[in-house]
């Protein structure tokens, strides 16, 4: 039952029908919301309609009143006029007279009665016409303030920006600005903590992000300057097999008191953070003949390390050790040697 009236209902709310001044020569013809629309949207145009209605209608009222004096002159000439055969030589003159001028009277009353409905409809439009005339003057107001408003906040923030560039100069004059400090690796050990591994780890595999690397660190107080990377979807031959660990030797400020080739012995692992003992671990004796090794120049040189660190099978087998808080941990444990 409520199917059948709620299909009652569509059918009534999708009904077309036409403008009520269809009489007047609107075409317009659309559901119910549609014609609210077109109504209040349609305003100067329908005033146009009615007032050439009105305009008719005033012609076709001139008209009348032309045609009832002609036979009011008419009906005077005649009682002037002497003689006894006056009906039948009107009626001979004017045989349809009379049934004229009930129609043109019929008419005239016609015109009586929807003159008043018309000029109330044109009064209401005037008067819709009057208050949406209001209302666009007032958006029109709105609209200028908002843009003498905009303007000036525009001035403003161009001061401030102004007065912002010139206050970050000041402060650079005062307070010049160094690179960071670079840490120190206590005892010759850096850890490197990789966070948000997962997503890392997949903008490694998408290409993304080929390899991750470290911030730099000294091997010492006044030692080695390097940083590690690491492959988490591996390098060249061990790509898509294992993960790839290097250290790369970088310009330092003691390069010049330290000892070349690179001769150091290098722990590199990867930790695990349940038992330390069960970590990746792979221990490097650099050989002094690598370009790799020697005192670097200009962004450094290239890496040194190993490849096939540890499989990605072993790795993803044990992830629950290796990976905890999606945290990696990466460690670089250096001999000491004296200057």
């Known amino acids: 039952m409520s199917n059948k009236i709620n299909g009652h209902e569509g059918k009534h709310i999708k009904k077309r029908q036409s403008c009520t001044f269809e009489k007047l020569g609107c075409r ?12 209040a949207m349609s305003i100067t145009l329908h005033m146009n309609l009615l007032l050439e209605e009105v305009l008719r209608l005033e012609k076709t009222e001139e008209a009348c009143g032309e045609v009832l004096e002609k036979l009011n002159r008419l009906a005077e000439r005649a009682e002037e006029q002497p003689g006894v055969n006056l009906d039948m030589q009107e009626e001979a003159s004017c045989p349809d007279l009379n049934e004229k001028l009930q129609e043109l009277c019929h008419t005239v009353q016609l015109l009586q009665i929807r003159v008043p409905g018309l000029e109330s409809k044109t009064g209401e439009l005037q008067n819709k016409v009057a208050v949406t005339s209001t209302a666009m003057e007032k958006c029109d107001a709105l609209a200028k303030s908002m843009e003498r408003e905009l303007e000036s906040n525009k ?36 850890i490197w ?19 991750l690397e470290s911030e730099a660190f ?32 970088q310009t330092g400020d003691f390069d010049s008191l330290l000892k070349w080739p690179f001769a150091e012995t290098v722990r590199l692992s990867i930790l695990s953070q349940t038992n330390r003992e069960d970590s990746a671990v792979h221990c490097l004796s650099p050989s002094g ?32 050790e290796f990976v905890h808080d999606d945290i990696l941990f990466v460690k670089a444990e250096v001999e000491h040697r004296k200057v």
Not at 28 to 39: N, P, V
Request: glycine share 6%; net charge positive; charged share 20%.
């Open 155 to 190: 001035r403003t923030i161009n001061a401030l920006q102004d007065k912002v560039r010139q206050l970050e100069q000041n402060i650079s004059l005062c307070f010049p600005m160094n690179d960071p400090p670079v840490e120190v690796a206590q005892n010759g050990i850096f």
């Open 218 to 249: 000294y091997t010492s107080q006044y030692g080695y300057k390097m940083k590690l990377r690491i492959y988490l979807n591996g390098n060249e031959q061990a790509k898509g097999t294992h993960i790839s660990l290097y250290f790369t030797l």
């Open 289 to 320: 003949l690598l370009q790799s090794l020697q005192k670097p120049k200009a962004n450094g040189n290239i890496p040194y390390g190993v490849p096939m660190f540890v499989s990605l099978t072993e790795f993803y087998n044990r992830l629950g």
């Open 28 to 39: 317009f013809k659309g559901t119910r919301s549609k014609a609210h629309k077109h109504e």
């Open 193 to 211: 903590s990789i966070a948000q591994f997962r997503s890392l780890r997949q903008e490694t595999i998408s290409g993304l992000r080929p390899y």
